[in-house]
């Protein structure tokens, strides 16, 4: 067991407690994905708040079903999980993007609509997933809130660097990871773990009595595309012009101003 995250989880549910009563605090060795874990408690009517951390995931989960593997001491993979009821959900990966990034370091940039970038490259993701709890529906029943993220810790492997930037004639190329050791040399999960997750529960807090506006200052500071050219999946090419009030991103076309959800497409620069 990594007595490294052990050792911070007491400072974290004492800062963490007062704010959500009955919050607890798991460190397990291996699992297949934490937020799989946690989403299988929300579906079976768990209601207690969570914060369920793993040395290893051999199933991690990413946006659009891709795949998270991480490995001890390499990366920090955990799942935070709570009852919400926000004024409306949209926007909720972007405000966990900015709370984490504004939690690990200055030089951390938001890729939307869920990616951390270091220095233009991949740094971790967010994973937000609902599940109902309760029986009616209606906009006032709460619901449970599972928040993934993956962060690489270690400095990237030059190999497997070389591997991804030799990327298959006429494929796109992959991104080559960055770790945050590059910028907060000796980091351990345990420390990094410590630093993101009593704010991280104080923001989701926050953005469900204020909404996506209280943090759309901070994704503007943040925002990777902004300014840049961007190829959608649909193959549409266009300009980045940050994001809406409810934190659709902004496209300049030629045909004109889109407004993407995250729902409807995979954005990489040019």
């Known amino acids: 067991m990594n007595t490294d995250l052990l050792a911070h989880s007491e400072a974290i549910w004492q800062a963490v407690e007062p704010l959500l009563p009955g ?3 798991e460190v397990l060795p ?5 937020n799989t874990e946690l989403m299988r408690r929300a579906r079976a009517g768990a209601l207690d708040p969570v914060l369920l951390v793993a040395e290893t995931q051999t199933a991690g989960r990413g946006r659009v079903g891709r795949s ?4 001890p001491g390499q990366s920090l993979t955990f799942s935070l999980a709570l009852p919400l009821t926000p004024r409306e959900w ?4 972007l405000a966990v993007g900015v709370s984490l ?3 690990l370091h200055p030089d951390v940039r938001l890729k939307w609509p869920n ?3 270091l220095d233009g490259r991949k740094l971790g993701g967010i994973l937000v997933e609902t599940a109902s709890l309760g029986h009616g529906g209606g906009a006032s029943m709460p619901r449970g809130v599972v928040i993934g993220a993956g962060i690489n810790l270690a400095r990237p492997d030059t190999q497997v660097v070389s591997a991804m930037a030799a990327a298959t004639p006429g494929a796109p190329a992959a991104m080559p990871p960055a770790g945050l050791a590059e910028v907060w040399m000796g980091v351990t999960a345990g420390e990094a773990l410590a630093r993101v997750a009593p704010a991280l529960v104080r923001d989701v807090l926050r953005f469900a009595e204020e909404g996506f506006g209280a943090f759309a200052p901070g994704f503007a500071r943040r925002d990777a595309l902004a300014g840049r050219p961007v190829r959608l999946s649909d193959g549409t090419e266009g300009t980045a012009r940050g994001v809406d009030e409810q934190g659709a991103l902004l496209i300049q076309t030629a045909a004109g101003m889109r407004a993407i959800t995250s729902a409807e497409v995979s954005v990489r620069p040019c």
């Open 90 to 93: 949209s926007g909720l990966s």
């Open 68 to 71: 998270w593997h991480s490995r």
């Open 101 to 103: 990034a504004e939690s």
């Open 30 to 34: 291996s699992i297949d994905s934490t």
């Open 23 to 25: 919050f607890t605090v």
């Open 115 to 117: 990616d951390l970038w």
